[in-house]
């Protein structure tokens, strides 16, 4: 079974590899899960977690893809192509909104009450 790589695991290793925002947002995810352990939410709380992290980067994913058809059929600057690069673009920003909103939900009171606790 050497060199064997699971349908769909050679697309999220070429977005690692090559999108800058894609490891930013495994970062975020990373950093989210640490804190998520650390304070010991409920199951409730990380099944929003893990949805928040699975659309960011879903979306990720979709608009590498985009951007790679586009780019694949229109290597020249054209109105349409870049439309099609923003549009899935707002994608991600929309996901990573929701994202941030749930992790404000989810730590923002208990980063506040930990800060109190030392000072």
Not at 46 to 72: F, G, P, R
Not at 75 to 86: F, N, V
Request: with cysteine; aromatic share 10%; charged share 10%.
């Amino acid at each position: 079974m050497g060199g064997y790589i699971p349908l769909g695991a050679e697309g999220i290793l070429y977005a690692f590899r090559t999108q800058r925002n894609m490891r930013v947002h495994a970062a975020a995810a990373v950093a989210a899960c640490l804190l998520g352990a650390g304070f010991g939410i409920s199951a409730g709380e990380w099944l929003w977690l893990a949805l928040a992290i699975t659309l960011v980067v879903s979306a990720e994913l979709m608009n590498t893809a985009v951007e790679s058809a586009v780019d694949l059929t229109m290597p020249d600057p054209h109105p349409l192509a870049k439309i099609a690069k923003d549009t899935a673009a707002g994608a991600v920003f929309v996901t990573a909104v929701f994202a941030v909103i749930v992790g404000a939900v989810l730590f923002a009171g208990r980063l506040l009450q930990l800060l109190r606790s030392f000072f």
